[in-house]
């Protein structure tokens, strides 16, 4: 339920902090006095859009926080799960919301979320009905999942079973309807695979045979090139390594008059050694570069052969061997079109088979459900002041599978008697609609799990015993859900737990909305008020609707 709203500079509230409890509590005030902003504010926490317009006159931002205790969130954790937040785990869930001049955001414990996840999150937080909000009952997708609530039907299983047929026939149809390749593509296709396959590529060989070749075409000059420098390193008498042999035999005669020396020439004997070792790898290196002519002109080939595979296919070998995949898809496509299409036809039928097997189920649950549903929200009309009034669920078959099933259903409503029962949509009173509505929502009592209900004026367009009556409804929603009804009528307000008014006052010259409870003697004066009149007879009538 909801435990706490806070609401700063939002339209003539500059600062309200309501802790609420459970049962019916009950908001009044005179018209203007500022109810409609406790309604737009749950709006905010229900993920409405909202514009800088919203904010108090003179402020920059305006904020909405409103804190959830969850009896049971296992589907607020998996949303927050879903959208990569931490579960509540049965801790509170705070919403807060800030309107700026510069834009808007949302969190949820205290962690920035979308707008979208925080209208998901407001699906499953608050059930909120103003005097227009009863047209969603109108709907009959919204009388189907009223009845699936109320027969405990697992429509998600089913849906799961209609999406998969759905997918797998329209695969199959793509497939059939696709134009069948040409002689010529085929040829071509076949003449790709054979030229690709022949090529036996593997994408690593193609730097080191680059660099062979390479070395194949320069070998005579490197020969050349590499016997001239180990010649300038050994050679005879003029060889850089015979020279510095000539200058480490002196160097030891200095060592031997002055073996301070020794320390500053130590890397001498290295120099020499690493010298001789670079003559003889270069000795080594002119000897392999005798390569055959043949090796020679099959590495060019080869080299050839990858820039032509390239032009035609990829600017890579890894690009060519993607393009003979493709063309292996395409093929292996075309040429087993017809086994392919029988085995997607098989898995059609079978999925379409188990989708009607469960659709038969859900259907059944339905078809017995309906009229135990219909009977339940006729004596709750009756409680509303409709006694002689029918109401019917109508139930109409499908041949073919929908999202919803093999059914449609219509809620079929006659208020009075010896006239023919007609479909919700076609009544015009929505003083009618908004009890029809009331009604459903206390027939369908257990099945809801929203924690808190909120109906703002729908008791509007009735009066009298039949407000009363309203009030003791939604009193009675209020022993199983918290319940938030925002009403002009005192016969509502009399049956709520809590009251709270709404009153508008100017301090400092600056108009403000407040929000306090009223108890005792305040509470009287209050359905005084309401009744429209002072005097005895009207709190003695204030005083019969607490009795009541």
């Known amino acids: 339920m909801l435990t706490l709203l806070k609401i700063r500079n939002l339209a003539l509230v500059d600062e309200l902090v309501w802790e609420l409890g459970p049962g019916l509590i009950g908001v009044t005030g005179e018209t203007g006095a500022g109810k409609s902003v406790i309604v ?15 904010i108090r006159s003179g402020e920059s931002t305006c904020t909405v926080e409103a804190v959830f205790e ?15 937040l931490t579960p509540c785990d049965g801790e509170a869930l705070i919403v807060r919301r800030v309107i700026g001049q510069a834009g ?20 499953h937080l608050v059930d909120l009905h103003g005097p227009h909000d009863h047209q969603s009952l109108l709907s009959t997708d919204r009388q189907l999942a009223m009845l699936d609530a109320y027969a405990d039907a697992d429509l998600e299983n089913y849906r799961t079973l209609w999406r998969d047929w759905r997918a797998k026939q329209a695969e199959w149809e793509e497939l059939r309807d696709a134009e069948s390749a040409s002689e010529a593509e085929l040829d071509l296709l076949r003449h790709q695979l054979e030229e690709i396959d022949a090529a036996q590529l593997k994408p690593e060989e193609e730097e080191e045979v680059t660099d062979r070749c390479r070395r194949a075409g320069h070998a005579s000059r ?17 060889g850089i390594v ?18 301070s020396i020794s320390d500053r020439v130590m890397g001498l004997e290295g120099a020499v050694l690493e010298l001789q070792e670079i003559e003889r790898m270069l000795i080594d290196y002119a000897e392999d570069l005798d390569i055959d002519p043949r ?54 039928a079978a999925l379409r088979e188990k989708t009607d097997k469960e659709g038969r189920a859900l259907g059944l649950k339905r078809k017995k459900a309906a009229p135990k549903l219909a009977k339940e929200i006729a004596g709750q009309l009756r409680d509303l002041g409709f006694k002689q009034s029918s109401f019917e669920i109508q139930i109409a078959a499908h041949r073919e599978p929908s ?23 076609q009544i015009a009173s929505s003083g009618e609609v908004s009890r029809v509505m009331l009604a459903v929502k206390s027939a369908l009592a257990d099945q809801d799990a929203t924690p808190l209900m909120v109906f703002d004026e729908i008791d509007a367009n009735v009066g009298g015993e039949i407000a009363r009556a309203v009030g003791r409804k939604m009193a009675t929603l209020g022993e199983r859900h918290q319940v ?9 307000a009399a049956t709520a737990a809590r009251h709270y008014v709404v009153q508008k006052e100017v301090v400092g010259g600056r108009t403000r909305s407040t929000l306090f409870p009223v108890t005792g003697d305040s509470r009287v004066d209050e359905l005084v008020r309401m009744l429209g009149g002072g005097g005895k007879s009207a709190r003695d009538m204030a005083l019969s609707l607490l009795d009541s």
Do not use: W
């Not at 938030?484 to 509502?492: D, L, N």
């Open 403 to 425: 999202a919803s099933g093999f059914e449609s259903v219509e809620f079929l409503f006659g208020p009075n008697p010896g006239e023919p029962l007609q479909p919700l949509r």
């Open 40 to 54: 737009g504010a749950l709006k905010l926490v229900l993920g409405e859009r909202a514009d800088k317009s919203l």
């Open 104 to 123: 808007n955001r949302q969190f949820v414990n205290d962690s920035p979320v979308t707008l979208q996840l925080l209208k998901r999150l407001g699906e």
């Open 70 to 84: 969850l009896a049971d969130g296992k589907e607020i954790d998996a949303i927050l799960e879903e959208g990569g």
């Open 484 to 492: 938030v009804a925002i009403t002009h009528f005192p016969q509502v």
């Open 242 to 259: 015979n020279l510095l042999g000539e200058v480490q035999r002196v160097v030891r005669e200095i060592e031997k008059l002055d073996p």
């Open 295 to 348: 090796e020679a002109a099959a590495l060019e080939d080869r080299v050839n052969l990858f820039e032509t595979l390239k032009r035609k296919y990829g600017a890579t070998l890894d690009a060519v061997l993607a393009h003979r995949e493709r063309c292996a898809a395409r093929l292996d496509a075309v040429e087993n079109r017809g086994g392919r299409l029988e085995a997607l036809a098989a898995e059609a």
């Open 222 to 238: 490197l020969v050349e090139l590499a016997g001239s420098a180990a010649g300038m390193l050994g050679g005879d008498e003029g």
